[in-house]
């Protein structure tokens, strides 16, 4: 029996991240003072990977493994991006984790494995890959937000999220099946091809359809299906916060290309309608409750119902140019939601959780410079311009306003208005209130220095967009 | 009638049979037992169907492993027979009418007639074994590999979760301990010698520290 060795190129970043999270483990076990290594370690494995992803750029759609893995410019933007995400992300936390016993060798590797995951995910071609991908994702994820078991708050997030995506993977699950029993294939081209041509039983695939959708919902905690996230994301500790609420979400997004899009463009018209009801529940739930917190991380995890909602809408207008926006909103969501956590981990130290929004009052008379870029992060979360936010929120709504969805703009519109004001608010707390906390604001140079850049980052791309729309363009468009 | 169905009318016999009796036996060894036989018929009948590699995954790991399981545990266990019977006319109506739900949905199932296909007569050299792991070796690797990694993944996550030190914990760390040395445990404290006035005063203060 011969047998063709799968071409192993393109997969080449995933088995380096499995080789070296399998490594990490090890050297870990022997070198147990110094868990510098271990974090130097991961970074490289970020660095050394990003260049292999980099040096074998695919602007063809490239297959292997029988199908099931495809490089396409899409999955390599995705995954860059998914790179800077986690390594951003280990930066912020160090000093946080550290001083919280969390800086272990688990914490890293567990980190390596939930990037796989997102890997598997962000090109996968089959629906068992993206369900397999997302569990790998999700599995490294609990146990992460589980870590401090001594916290009675992050068991319960833990377990919180654990029940709900259990239930959601197995409601994604039943989707997949159903979608499956219809067209006879798990493959996204072959489900697209079934589907264009014709199945046998429509009922069957529509209530795939829903099941699949409301999955995706759960996952990416959009209303009415986001129940789990305000729980976890204040329940965690907040150098996990800010990685679940990072790179999962590119993740995420890859998700909804590879199932909604390459495997269900032909239901677009099912599908766009259950999108419209998931992006206003969730503009409308997230805005309205975030006014009344007054914990940061619960505000920030409602706000990032309300986005979550937004960037639907740039999915539901079904065209290209939309899948652009949503790709270029995700991107620059998760950019600002590191300026924001990174903000709360910079003023946390031992015992004492910068979690309140009482304890951003009079951030400018403590530090002009770091209230300057909590101003950023915030006025682009508002949607304000110059700011990166504007031009996000402004691209998906000319991508719904395109597919002739008005009544939905005219609705996101004044929702956006409503969601300013508790960002303002943070921002008049800085600047017009008097401070409650004068502990002065330490932390390690590198953390300051990739944190200013982050907030000016934020800037820049508000005043020159157009490189990174492009990119996002382009990546949509040679992958499709 | 040929040979083959008489050999299937046999095995079906004994695996409603032994099925029965794991239900009906009082001693739970004697039910664990007929367990096996049902399980080896079981076997028996998917070899008849030429689908020998789940014969013989029914074998290894039900016959093997799984009621093994079960024997054992009903071995440690102390069971006590008469107080399991206990309850038995008060849960019969709600047991009969679970039994009754799953009747009429086997009938409507059987019932809907759906054509039956003869499995397909194959050449003594196919080798369903073979022909699996050609499946889940090459065509499904990729994902065959990523579940092994989730596997990992939960190894991991479980001993993360669950082992560490606890701080109540008597053990001692012999290669710590063969490398005491005089000084770790011994301290010499010079004092001036006492007199009965300063021990006086010594006293009075110690009684105030307790105090304050």
């Known amino acids: 029996m011969n047998i063709a060795m799968p071409n192993l190129l393109p997969v080449l970043p995933e088995i380096f991240v499995l080789a070296m999270a399998c490594v990490i483990l090890l050297v870990d076990l022997g070198v147990k003072q110094n868990r510098f290594i271990a974090y130097a370690l991961t970074q490289m494995t970020l660095l050394f990977a990003a260049w292999l992803t980099l040096s074998d750029f695919h602007s063809q759609v490239e297959f292997t493994f029988s199908h099931m893995f495809v490089a396409d410019a899409l999955s390599d933007t995705l995954k860059l991006m998914t790179y800077v995400a986690v390594s ?276 400018n008379q403590r530090s002009p410079w770091h209230a300057f870029l909590m101003l950023l992060v915030m006025f682009s979360l508002a949607g304000v311009p110059p700011t990166v936010g504007f031009y996000a929120k402004l691209a998906v709504l000319q991508a719904a306003l395109q597919a002739g969805f008005v009544g939905l703009v005219v609705v996101a519109v004044l929702l956006s208005v409503v969601g300013a004001f508790y960002y303002l608010r943070i921002v008049k707390l800085m600047y017009f209130d008097e401070p409650l906390d004068q502990n002065p604001i330490k932390a390690e140079a590198d953390m300051q220095l990739l944190l200013s850049a982050n907030g000016l980052g934020i800037l820049l791309l508000g005043i020159m967009p157009q490189p990174l729309m492009a990119l996002c363009i382009y990546s949509i468009q040679h992958s499709l | 009638m040929n040979f083959e169905t008489i050999v299937f009318y046999i095995f079906s016999a004994i695996l409603l049979l032994s099925a029965l009796r794991v239900v009906t036996a009082r001693s739970p060894i004697h039910a664990a037992l007929a367990l096996v036989l049902a399980f080896f018929t079981a076997a028996s009948i998917w070899l008849l169907l030429e689908a020998e590699f789940l014969a013989i995954t029914l074998v290894l790991v039900y016959v093997g492993a799984v009621t093994v399981l079960f024997l054992f545990v009903v071995m440690t266990l102390d069971i006590d027979v008469a107080k399991m019977r206990e309850g038995f006319w008060r849960h019969l109506p709600l047991a009969l009418a679970a039994g009754a739900v799953m009747a009429t949905e086997m009938i409507l199932v059987l019932r809907t007639r759906t054509d039956t296909v003869a499995p397909r007569n194959l050449d003594t050299h196919y080798s369903n074994t073979k022909e699996l792991g050609r499946l889940l070796y090459v065509d499904y690797v990729y994902p065959f590999e990523i579940a092994a990694v989730l596997l990992l993944v939960a190894i991991i996550a479980a001993i993360a979760l669950t082992m560490r030190r606890r701080k109540d914990t008597k053990y001692i760390d012999p290669a710590d301990q063969v490398k005491v040395r005089r000084q770790d445990r011994i301290r010499l404290v010079s004092m001036p010698a006492e007199t009965a006035r300063m021990k006086d005063e010594g006293e009075r203060m110690t009684n105030e520290e307790e105090r304050g």
């Open chain 1, 88 to 363: 951003v992300t280990l930066v912020y936390g160090r000093a946080y984790n550290g001083l919280r016993g969390l800086y272990r060798g688990e914490f890293f590797v567990l980190a390596l494995f939930a990037m796989l995951g997102m890997m598997v995910m962000i090109s996968a071609n089959h629906f068992l890959v993206l369900y397999l991908g997302l569990e790998l994702m999700s599995l490294a994820l609990y146990a992460m937000v589980a870590m401090r078991r001594d916290s009675p708050q992050a068991t319960e997030a833990a377990m919180k999220y654990f029940i709900l995506g259990a239930l959601a993977s197995g409601l994604l699950l039943y989707g997949m099946s159903l979608i499956y029993g219809a067209t006879g294939s798990l493959y996204n081209n072959e489900v697209a091809l079934a589907v264009m041509q014709g199945v046998e039983s429509k009922a069957l695939l529509s209530m795939g359809l829903v099941f699949v959708v409301a999955g995706l919902a759960f996952k990416l905690g959009a209303a009415p299906f986001h129940m789990w996230v305000p729980d976890v994301y204040h329940g965690a500790p907040t150098a996990v916060t800010l990685f679940l609420g990072t790179a999962p979400k590119l993740a995420a997004f890859a998700f909804v290309m590879r199932l909604l899009i390459e495997g269900l463009q032909g239901l677009v018209a099912d599908w766009q309608g259950m999108l419209v009801v998931l992006s206003v529940v969730s503009m409308l739930v997230g805005n309205l409750t975030a006014i009344a917190q007054t914990n940061l991380k619960r505000m920030l995890a409602y706000s990032t119902i309300s986005h979550m909602g937004f960037m639907l809408l740039g999915i539901l207008s079904g065209a290209l140019s939309g899948y652009g926006a949503s790709m270029f909103y995700m991107v620059t969501y998760v950019l600002m939601t590191l300026g924001a956590f990174g903000m709360i981990l910079l003023l946390s130290r031992r015992g004492f959780e910068a979690e309140h929004l009482n304890d951003f009052k009079g951030l």
